[in-house]
């Protein structure tokens, strides 16, 4: 008798519960009802138009069909295909993504390694990580003066503190005595950290990026919506000011596509750096 593996019976039902909440959304969009006769006065203010509403599947498949097919057109400042619009977050959110890194974890390490830098610092660690990285925005041009360094700013600051937290938590939780064994080799500082520390702290230090690069893409979409230009996030902002219901749904969609990815890549490389004792 054959048996389905583990993942294959979770794939199955994964498109059971797809298909079943499709039908189930396709069916409770209510029809068009057809326009009866109208009055002038209704058909000067638009009362024959269909009003707008929640698409149904079908809708979107056909938005998707048609971004897809040309997802790099640019037919002007408002009218740009969706891989223009994500290639522009993308890049926006691993600008600021990897200037974050580049802070964080060499601070982490020194935070990790050193009780001392720990209590100075954490102060004002717990001060600045709860601030919403939205809240910097205006501060961020009026100072900066420009809306997309302003974005990579938001994308900067709120991709910091988890790289940072799990940096400092890595290197501070690896093993006494393999340091130990490190200073017997009369290893220097710099080969400790990174032939002893850096290897033993890798795992946490890649949740930390992988739960940084998460919120970095939350955040790049609201960001987009408040500075404008172009954008996934202005995309569905300028969407929805269209009344396009349907290309909303359909980039909301593309967010989570993107997303799934970004975590995936993480998710992959969290997997190759970590070891069994």
């Not at 326009?35 to 149904?56: H, R, S």
């Not at 404008?228 to 593309?254: A, K, P, R």
Request: hydrophobic share 55%; aromatic share 12%.
């Amino acid at each position: 008798m054959f048996t389905l593996s583990l993942n294959q019976r979770a794939a199955l039902l994964s498109v059971v519960i797809l298909l079943v909440g499709l039908l189930v959304w396709e069916a409770a969009i209510p029809a068009q009802k057809a326009v009866g006769e109208l009055t002038e006065y209704e058909i000067l203010t638009g009362g024959g138009q269909p009003k707008a509403g929640v698409p149904a599947p079908s809708q979107v498949l056909v938005k998707a069909w048609e971004q897809l097919s040309d997802p790099f057109y640019d037919a002007g400042p408002n009218d740009k295909g969706i891989g223009i619009q994500i290639g522009y977050s993308i890049y926006r959110v691993l600008t600021g993504y990897f200037l974050a890194a580049l802070v964080a974890i060499p601070l982490g390490f020194l935070i990790g390694m050193s009780p001392v830098a720990y209590k100075a610092l954490n102060p004002f660690i717990q001060v600045l990580r709860p601030i919403s990285p939205l809240a910097w925005m205006p501060l961020a041009l009026f100072i900066i003066g420009d809306s997309e360094a302003s974005a990579i700013f938001v994308i900067f600051i709120c991709s910091i503190w988890p790289m940072l937290i799990n940096t400092a938590f890595g290197v501070a939780g690896v093993r006494e005595d393999w340091v130990n064994v490190a200073r017997t080799h009369e290893l220097g500082a710099f080969k400790t950290a990174f032939l002893v520390i850096l290897p033993a702290a890798a795992p946490t230090i890649v949740t930390g990026m992988r739960i940084s690069i998460g919120i970095a893409w939350l955040v790049i979409v609201a960001a987009e919506m408040l500075v404008g230009g172009t954008g996934i996030g202005y995309y569905v902002w300028n969407e929805w000011n269209n009344l396009d219901l349907t290309s909303v749904v359909f980039s909301i969609l593309m967010i989570g596509v993107v997303g799934m990815m970004l975590d995936s890549m993480f998710a992959y490389l969290q997997r190759r750096v970590t070891y069994v004792e």
